[in-house]
């Protein structure tokens, strides 16, 4: 009888703790928020990006010319024969005589540091410079891509010289003695008396009062780049061929993009 009592006393007490134990909720299960995937960051082309602040700088210039100076310059970075932070000068020698066409722009800083009157030679033509040369006694400019060298004073002064980059076309350039240097006939005063600046004999002549200043600016393994819309050198020169567009190709998609249209890619040849 005990026996049956502890019995039922202990089915009686489990019962009751049973009852009165609180039940678990269930718990419902936080979303994991879903991460969008990352957008990949539009890549620059840092030429591009140069092209344009040039433009911004010189808003004068021709973008096509200075579409070709950059193409030049940056494939002359690429072989090694300059560093990426060179100076850079540009030359327009389709203008006249009587329009400053001369731009010299610090590239690392971004900044138009001069833009000049430049002359042509006498071989070349009078105040448009239309004929071109690499031959010695031609007394003509030589068009391309020079690296520019050591100062010296001779006969025009102080003067800076050049080596010519671009075979056939102005590799002769020391052979011809082609340096920068000051000028008489290269003061913008002779415009109001004769139409046009006087001429050198071959050489990129400034005038006296500003030539020290940009030599000092250009020596020493900086840039020139020498431009005129002269068909067998646009074809035939090697500074625009390391990224497979032709200097016409170039020329082309810098003014499309100038003048609000979509980049033109120019085939024909004049």
């Given at each position: 009888?005990k026996?049956?009592?502890?019995?039922?006393?202990?089915?009686t007490?489990?019962?009751?703790?049973?009852?009165?134990?609180?039940?678990?909720?269930?718990?419902?299960?936080v979303?994991?928020?879903?991460q969008a995937?990352?957008?990949?960051?539009?890549?620059?082309?840092?030429?591009r990006?140069?092209?344009?602040?040039?433009?911004q700088?010189a808003?004068?210039?021709?973008?096509?010319?200075?579409?070709?100076?950059?193409?030049a310059?940056?494939?002359?970075?690429?072989?090694?024969?300059?560093?990426?932070?060179?100076r850079?000068?540009?030359?327009?020698?389709?203008?006249?005589?009587?329009?400053?066409?001369?731009?010299?722009?610090?590239?690392?800083?971004?900044r138009?540091?001069?833009?000049?009157?430049?002359s042509?030679?006498?071989?070349?033509?009078?105040?448009?410079?239309?004929?071109?040369?690499?031959?010695?006694?031609?007394?003509?400019?030589?068009?391309?891509?020079?690296?520019?060298?050591?100062?010296?004073?001779?006969?025009?002064?102080?003067?800076?010289?050049?080596?010519g980059?671009?075979?056939?076309?102005?590799?002769?350039?020391?052979t011809?003695?082609?340096?920068?240097?000051?000028?008489?006939y290269?003061?913008?005063?002779l415009?109001?008396?004769?139409?046009?600046?006087g001429?050198?004999?071959?050489c990129?002549a400034?005038?006296?009062?500003?030539?020290?200043?940009?030599?000092?600016?250009?020596?020493?393994?900086?840039?020139?780049?020498s431009?005129a819309?002269?068909?067998?050198?646009?074809?035939?020169?090697?500074?625009?061929?390391?990224?497979g567009?032709?200097?016409?190709?170039?020329?082309?998609?810098?003014?499309?993009?100038?003048?609000?249209?979509?980049?033109?890619?120019?085939?024909?040849?004049?």
């Amino acid at each position: 009888m005990k026996r049956l009592h502890a019995v039922f006393i202990a089915l009686t007490a489990s019962t009751l703790a049973g009852c009165s134990s609180t039940p678990q909720r269930e718990t419902a299960a936080v979303p994991v928020p879903v991460q969008a995937p990352a957008m990949a960051s539009p890549i620059i082309d840092p030429d591009r990006a140069l092209l344009a602040r040039l433009q911004q700088l010189a808003p004068t210039a021709d973008p096509g010319v200075l579409a070709l100076a950059v193409e030049a310059r940056a494939c002359a970075v690429a072989s090694g024969e300059v560093a990426p932070e060179t100076r850079l000068a540009v030359i327009d020698y389709s203008r006249p005589s009587t329009d400053k066409r001369l731009w010299v722009f610090d590239i690392a800083d971004e900044r138009l540091l001069f833009n000049e009157y430049v002359s042509h030679g006498q071989g070349s033509g009078d105040n448009y410079a239309t004929r071109f040369s690499n031959v010695e006694g031609s007394y003509a400019t030589s068009l391309g891509l020079y690296r520019t060298a050591e100062t010296y004073n001779g006969s025009n002064g102080y003067s800076m010289r050049m080596d010519g980059l671009d075979p056939g076309f102005n590799d002769n350039a020391r052979t011809r003695a082609i340096v920068m240097h000051g000028a008489w006939y290269a003061n913008p005063d002779l415009i109001r008396r004769q139409g046009r600046l006087g001429r050198s004999q071959g050489c990129p002549a400034l005038r006296e009062g500003i030539a020290r200043q940009v030599i000092d600016t250009l020596k020493g393994e900086q840039l020139v780049f020498s431009y005129a819309d002269d068909a067998p050198w646009l074809e035939r020169s090697r500074q625009f061929g390391c990224r497979g567009k032709s200097a016409r190709q170039i020329v082309a998609s810098a003014r499309g993009v100038r003048n609000g249209s979509l980049p033109v890619m120019a085939t024909a040849v004049p």
